[in-house]
């Protein structure tokens, strides 16, 4: 099992570009799930799909974001224009419904740094 | 916004040394689960409680579920260098179809001097 991968690892930026975060889930999970962590609101979750589908984006702090799940493999959160502050770590974590949370399994996540 | 308040945020031990972080909240959680984020890692699940007054221990780990089922805390005994990190209590909030969406807390993170 290789677990939730999520690339780039890293990813330096200027203001105004558009930068793409990607995500594969672990097979068999329904459930995949983006937080961001930042030093000041801790870990936030952005949005969350079920079985491609996205349930709830409250999370998704402005227009600039949006997300995709065209397969049950892959997933895409996007940023565009990116600006300073949403310079932030960004995870992506997968389980298979009917679970409280026990099988969460989390990416290694994305280091984001807007200049 | 986060719903967890999670104390203290940082620790500073000596190797050896026992640690304690408690969460708590204002609302009644029926799960408490106790993650730990290495440095460059996601957050990996610690332990899970499921009972109000439930006691868990894994390894040097203990944690206990509130009989308030409001908070929760996390025990470290004998600390070692590689129990450095970040601690988070989490919740789960909302439901859509049996899986729950997890809240967090702030983050208690760990420093230990050898």
């Known amino acids: 099992d290789a677990g939730v991968i999520q690339s780039p690892r890293h990813e330096v930026t200027e203001m105004g570009q558009e930068v793409t975060l990607r995500c594969k889930p672990i097979?068999?999970?329904?459930?995949l799930f983006w937080y961001r962590q930042t030093m000041m609101r801790g870990l936030e979750l952005l949005i969350y799909f079920n079985n491609n589908v996205p349930i709830d984006d409250s999370g998704m702090p402005e227009d600039r974001f949006s997300a995709k799940m065209p397969n049950a493999s892959f997933s895409t959160l996007k940023i565009q224009p990116s600006e300073p502050r949403d310079s932030a770590v960004y995870f992506c974590?997968?389980?298979?419904?009917?679970?409280?949370?026990?099988?969460?399994?989390f990416g290694s996540g994305t280091r984001l740094t807007v200049v | 916004g986060q719903q967890l308040n999670q104390s203290p945020q940082s620790m500073f031990i000596q190797e050896g040394e026992d640690v304690s972080m408690n969460c708590t909240s204002s609302s009644i959680f029926n799960t408490w689960l106790w993650y730990k984020q290495d440095p460059g890692e996601g957050p990996v699940l610690l332990i899970a409680?499921?009972?109000?007054?439930e006691l868990t221990s894994n390894g040097r780990l203990t944690a206990q579920f509130g009989i308030t089922r409001k908070d929760s805390f996390l025990n470290i005994s004998a600390s070692i260098p590689s129990d450095v990190g970040i601690y988070f209590c989490?919740?789960?909030?909302?439901?859509?179809?049996?899986?729950?969406?997890?809240?967090f807390g702030q983050g208690t993170r760990l420093t230990i001097n050898p």
């Open positions: 974590a997968s389980i298979i419904g009917g679970g409280t949370g026990v099988g969460y399994t």
């Open positions: 097979s068999g999970h329904d459930y």
């Open positions: 409680l499921y009972k109000a007054g």
């Open positions: 989490a919740g789960p909030r909302g439901l859509h179809q049996g899986a729950q969406k997890l809240v």
